[in-house]
């Protein structure tokens, strides 16, 4: 290890590296339970770029828990901008399928929301957009700086702390921290140097994204809004609403092997669009999507979250959902052992818990994607009725493949930790589906969702340690406070009403910080074991 310039030493709880959404909700969450944290970014500017541009309903549900969702929610698409997704031949061509899906005003105003399986459903947002929201509330939180302009330049860990040096404008400094989690990215520093390699898929799919600027384009969209059109041209392609005006970014995918260097952006756009558009071109990436996921997200202290424990092709947002939810899942876990609640042991869930979902994701998005951009008939550009049936039948395929992909609740509500050692009681399960999941608590399944008479839904009644969920009002919990309190377990008891027996089946839920439930059960429980097992202090028993 390099030995420091600098003979100032800074103590922090975790040093969280990269202040992308990933690592940004993980320093929000553990600020808001109390651990100091310090976050440094490589980077002086954020990406010009947009990346992701959707925000899934189970993300929206952790920015609720963290006091951000509203503002996340009014941020991006103008709130009556609808977020439906159309399918045609070009821009200006024939349409061939749509889905409606409503405005952020629809959301805001709680149209339907009787029947919504959440209380935040997904959000179109460009990254452009949330990363500065984020930003600025960490930034007002005590117990959190952060800085940009300053790199992890290598660290080296020892039993109780890790000693890390970064360096800002040539000056290197060493930080002491408990704990490092690198949320930097696909090029992680913090995974390089633990010597931890990627395994998976290594290209999928090349594209050529260009973020452009264009009033007259954003003219012509008007006529038919939507938050994204496909279009069936010389190759498949999908134009993005930034802003709802003027700012578009057009994706356009081709095959693993395609020499994408040789691709014309101004041509591709001509072709999407089906004609010229006067327009600004304010970026042009070239990449390629993948599906790799990282052979371990933990060494000792230091933990990988985000895009720097997987990487796939970004069908549908899930890379950067994938990461908040990591996040949700190890922030809880370091505040435990932090405040002393938690053995440490319970770490070692964190990479139980988040990498056979992080692989189920990558395989389910990289056959999401294979549909997506799956072959098509020419026949669909040609007038007459030869053209109008190639159209239909090709129409009668999207509606098969895309709902699910743009209304993916399996991914939002069914992923799972039914097998880890913090879970009691739970059960082998299908693997996860954009479209699967069910509206019926399960051991290590996130907590259904279901409106209260007070206009809350039960997820905002769960306190910030465990919560116990009783839909019998008969059922003693007196025994679980007094096992909470002598193991110094923070707990909160909810009584929820009976009417929902299917949804909540049995007399007492305990549910986790994370909102994932622990254990379900009656009251022949032990609470002293559960609490202890739940909290990684003894192994995990059948009830």
Not at 113 to 126: F, L, V
Request: aromatic share 8%; with cysteine; net charge negative.
């Amino acid at each position: 290890m390099t030995k420091s310039t600098s003979n100032e030493e800074d103590r922090v709880e975790v040093l969280v590296v990269g202040a992308g959404p990933a690592g940004l909700t993980l320093a929000i969450d553990l600020a808001r339970r109390g651990v100091r944290c310090h976050v440094v970014e490589a980077t002086e500017e954020r990406a010009v770029n947009p990346r992701c541009n959707t925000t899934s309903a189970r993300s929206m549900e952790i920015f609720r828990r963290l006091g951000l969702a509203d503002d996340i929610r009014r941020a991006g698409l103008p709130e009556d901008y609808p977020t439906s997704i159309q399918y045609r031949t070009t821009l200006s061509g024939e349409e061939i399928f749509r889905i409606d899906l409503p405005s952020s005003r629809d959301v805001l105003d709680g149209v339907g929301k009787e029947a919504w399986p959440t209380p935040e459903p997904q959000h179109r947002i460009s990254q452009l957009y949330l990363e500065p929201i984020l930003e600025e509330h960490a930034r007002k939180l005590p117990g959190l700086t952060l800085e940009r302009g300053t790199r992890l330049v290598e660290f080296e860990q020892y039993d109780d702390h890790v000693e890390a040096v970064v360096e800002t404008s040539g000056e290197r400094r060493s930080l002491r921290c408990a704990y490092v989690v690198g949320c930097d990215g696909a090029h992680s520093t913090v995974r390089r140097q633990l010597g931890i390699r990627y395994e998976g898929v290594d290209a999928i799919q090349k594209f050529v994204s260009t973020f452009f600027r264009s009033p007259e384009f954003g003219r012509l969209a008007a006529q038919d809004p939507a938050w994204t059109y496909w279009t069936y041209g010389r190759q498949i392609a999908s134009l993005i609403a930034i802003d709802g005006d003027a700012l578009w970014l057009n994706h356009v995918a081709f095959a693993p092997d395609h020499d994408t260097e040789s691709e014309d952006p101004e041509e591709l756009l001509r072709e999407a669009v089906g004609g010229q558009v006067e327009h600004e071109v304010l970026g042009v990436v070239r990449w390629t999507g993948r599906r790799l996921v990282a052979q371990r997200y933990r060494t000792g202290r230091v933990f990988l979250a985000g895009d720097a424990a997987h990487i796939w092709i970004p069908v549908g947002g899930f890379g950067m959902n994938a990461g908040i939810q990591d996040a949700a899942t190890l922030g809880w876990m370091l505040a435990a052992v932090h405040h002393g609640w938690a053995s440490p042991e319970v770490l070692d869930a964190y990479e139980q818990e988040r990498k056979p979902v992080g692989e189920q994701f990558a395989g389910a998005v990289g056959s999401a994607a294979s549909r997506a951009f799956a072959e098509f008939s020419p026949d669909i550009h040609l007038s007459g009725p030869k053209g109008e049936q190639a159209r239909s039948e090709f129409a009668d395929r999207l509606a098969v493949s895309e709902p699910h992909r743009y209304s993916p609740d399996g991914f939002s509500f069914g992923y799972h930790y039914a097998g880890s050692p913090l879970v009691i009681g739970g059960q082998d399960q299908e693997a996860i589906s954009m479209g699967g999941y069910m509206e019926r608590a399960q051991p290590g399944f996130r907590l259904p969702h279901v409106w209260l008479d007070d206009g809350r839904s039960v997820l905002d009644v769960l306190g910030p340690g465990f919560t116990l969920l009783r839909t019998d009002p008969g059922v003693s919990v007196t025994s679980w406070t007094s096992a909470a309190a002598d193991l110094g377990i923070p707990l909160v008891v909810v009584d929820l009403p009976a009417r929902w027996p299917d949804r909540y089946p049995t007399e007492l839920l305990l549910v986790r910080p994370d909102q994932h439930v622990a254990w379900m059960g009656g009251s022949d429980a032990r609470p002293d074991e559960v609490l202890q097992t739940v909290t990684g202090r003894i192994a995990a028993y059948q009830r």
